[in-house]
């Protein structure tokens, strides 16, 4: 495979926490993932503002992953309109996550806040959440989507508005990147999701949203060196929270040379000679991980002529 960049930003391993506020009745996922957005950016070199995108959509992949208790894959895709073209996120139920953009140089300039405009890239669209369970105890169910028009394109809120109107439940997302403007590299990157519950108390609801619109934004806390339950504490001040788990983190991805030849040998007999004619050999490219595999003379005739095993 190609190197590719890759900056490790922090000492600190990117982790998610889960927990709970009001006996249960509301639902706290909370992550830092600085070093495994770097990682996603750095391989896909994408721009700043795509970096944003790309990192928030990453974040929240991982984030609604963990909501999910049979849940073994849940991919995030959002089909823009806007120049940024599309973007992928997936993530596993053991805490690795991949994912790409169609258009990493997209780029804006700064919004009327100053802050990177992600809505500018992203424009209009649909939303697609793509949930897989059951694999890894033999039960193969077919997979859910969802979709929903993008409102935003601010990503955590249209992930709070597909929460909303395809699985009835009221959400707060807040999904965070931060870039250094010389550097041009993720020094801090994480988010958090609050679910409400059935039975949950309108004035706990109502002291959250006071708490969370007073608070400072999550990369800000993040940047001073919080972990995500410290985030979560400066977020909601004297609301207290049971964590009940932490789970770490990472960018990982499922390509491998094993897979490359998989990936040609599936292309059919005559494509591969065509291959081995024309281009004495074959290189891909991953998609969600922009690691390059190149398929070689010899690679290409042992999927023509496959070594036959030996008989003792």
Do not use: W
Request: include cysteine; proline fraction near 4%; hydrophobic fraction near 40%.
């Amino acid at each position: 495979a190609e190197e590719v960049r890759s900056f490790i930003v922090q000492e600190r391993e990117d982790h998610l926490i889960q927990c709970t506020i009001a006996d249960a009745t509301i639902r706290l996922l909370a992550a830092v993932t600085t070093n495994l957005v770097n990682e996603a950016c750095g391989r896909h070199g994408t721009s700043p503002t795509a970096s944003a995108a790309l990192g928030r959509t990453l974040t929240g992949a991982l984030l609604l992953g963990r909501s999910y208790k049979d849940l073994e894959y849940i991919t995030l895709r959002f089909d823009c309109k806007g120049e940024i073209g599309g973007i992928t996120a997936e993530a596993s139920a053991h805490g690795t996550v991949r994912g790409y953009v169609k258009n990493p140089l997209a780029d804006a300039p700064l919004n009327a806040h100053g802050k990177l405009d992600v809505r500018g890239i992203v424009g209009g669209g649909m939303f697609h959440v793509i949930r897989e369970a059951g694999y890894e105890i033999g039960l193969v169910k077919d997979p859910y989507q969802g979709s929903v028009p993008i409102v935003s394109g601010e990503i955590a809120e249209d992930l709070a508005h597909y929460l909303l109107k395809s699985e009835q439940i009221n959400s707060a997302v807040s999904l965070g990147v931060f870039l250094e403007p010389e550097q041009g590299r993720v020094t801090a990157a994480g988010g958090y999701l609050i679910q409400v519950m059935p039975g949950a108390d309108a004035a706990v609801i109502e002291e959250i949203e006071n708490a969370i619109a007073n608070a400072p934004h999550v990369t800000e806390t993040i940047r001073n060196g919080a972990n995500a339950e410290e985030m979560m504490s400066t977020t909601l001040g004297a609301i207290p929270f049971d964590v009940l788990q932490t789970h770490p983190v990472e960018f990982r991805c499922k390509c491998s040379p094993e897979r490359a030849i998989s990936i040609v040998t599936a292309l059919g007999t005559d494509e591969v000679r065509d291959m081995l004619e024309k281009d004495k050999g074959a290189e891909l490219t991953c998609h969600f991980c922009s690691a390059v595999y190149y398929l070689d003379e010899a690679a290409l005739q042992n999927i023509l002529n496959p070594p036959q095993p030996v008989v003792m």
